[in-house]
């Protein structure tokens, strides 16, 4: 029986950004059975204009820059992080204050958030091609394909392709190491606060 599940673009879901300015398409999140609220959440914006991201009290947020010119995200107390090439990343508080700016042009990003009284997440990107190792050390590993050709190494499934925007989960995982070659990936893993 193997280990982990594969999602691909169709099972993704679009809903509009908490302040209304956009659309994020969610390709995967864990809710809170407390609350209304999600304990992690992985997605996809597409940015077209400058303005305020959405307040998201109580979460750590990860964003990644996959496409456009660029963008800079401006904090408060004169904090700011320029995400200028695929894969740069921003890592802040979700209730911290946050402008956006484009820098020529519509972007695309890749989010990763964390309720932090749940759970931390930890990204690992690769732009390359070479086969790369991954320890694993989450509750839960999540691998999502920049491209076709995407194999993941694992002991315990052997060679799994993921094709282009595809996502693979994978929940208690039993493998402590995985290689990656073929294509650029992001790897989240998330791991819960006892």
Known sequence: MRSYVIYGPDSYQSMR?????????????????????????????????D??????????????????AGITLQFAKDRRVDLNERLDRAEFKGDEPTAATLHDGPITDFNVMCARDHCRAAVLTSNTHNAQAIEVHGDVLLLYALGDGLTIRSPSDGDVPLADQHLLLV????????????????????????
């Open 17 to 49: 950004w908490r302040n209304g300015l956009g659309h994020t398409l969610q390709l995967m999140k864990q809710n809170l059975s407390e609350s209304d609220g999600f304990a992690w959440r992985l997605s996809i914006a597409d940015v077209t204009t």
């Open 51 to 68: 303005g305020e991201f959405s307040n998201f009290s109580g979460y750590d947020r990860t964003l990644l820059l996959l496409s456009g």
């Open 171 to 194: 929940t208690k995982p039993i493998d402590k190491t995985l290689y990656c070659e073929g294509a650029a990936f992001i790897a989240v893993q998330i791991t819960y606060r006892a």
